[in-house]
């Protein structure tokens, strides 16, 4: 099984900061991880796929990088609605992995 | 716009079943993978299991492999997902999630709201 490891677990920020969440694989994932956002008592939504592209209706503001094993999503300017918990995931062999998760909350 | 609406969640005693459904529109459902992910109280995302949209093949974690069955209607637009022998580790919402292209591509644009499934005496 292909273990994602996230970090750092909890990021305390202001409105405007620059963000980079990092997801780190036991092994290679290729290029093939997504990145999701889950706010409270919502379901999560995708924002990147495939390491670097950005799902439909995302804002330009998040941004996703890497391959192999070491990826990272990018929020240039932080929104107030952009305080959420964010998951890595990959794709790339059975079983289907989750990182365990990155809360981005407000300082 | 794609819905996808779960239903079946609910309270159960350990080793008891459930059944789980997933009613999707939208979308041309015969041809997307559809995946069930849970998240326990409090905790992060767990992928459960997966029904392939090209091969009809199926996966399921290890956590459920022997206890969780997953099908889908095309003719009906659901997935289910019927779950036997529950344990307490089995609480948790449950997802239903589409592919984001069609074909298996096993990650997930469009997510339902969740049912919540307790198992407890």
Known sequence: EIVLTQSPATLSLSPGERVTLSCRASQSVSSYLAWYQQKPGQAPRLLIYDASNRATGIPARFSGSGSGTDFTLTISSLEPEDFAVYYCQQREKWPLTFGGGTKVEIK | ?121
């Open chain 2, 1 to 121: 716009e794609v819905r996808l609406l779960e239903s079946g969640g609910g309270l159960v005693q350990p080793g008891g079943s459930l059944r789980l459904s997933c009613a999707a529109s939208g979308f041309t459902f015969g041809r997307y993978g559809m995946s069930w992910v849970r998240q326990a109280p409090g905790k992060g995302l767990e992928w459960v299991s997966t029904f392939s949209g090209l091969s009809f093949d199926t996966h399921y974690a290890d956590s459920v492999k022997g206890r969780f069955t997953v099908s889908r209607d095309s003719s009906e637009n659901t997935l289910y997902l019927q779950m036997n022998s529950l344990r307490a580790e089995d609480t948790a919402v449950y997802y239903c999630a589409k592919d984001f292209v069609s074909g298996d591509s096993h990650s997930f644009d469009s997510w339902g709201q969740g049912t919540l499934v307790s198992v407890s005496s």
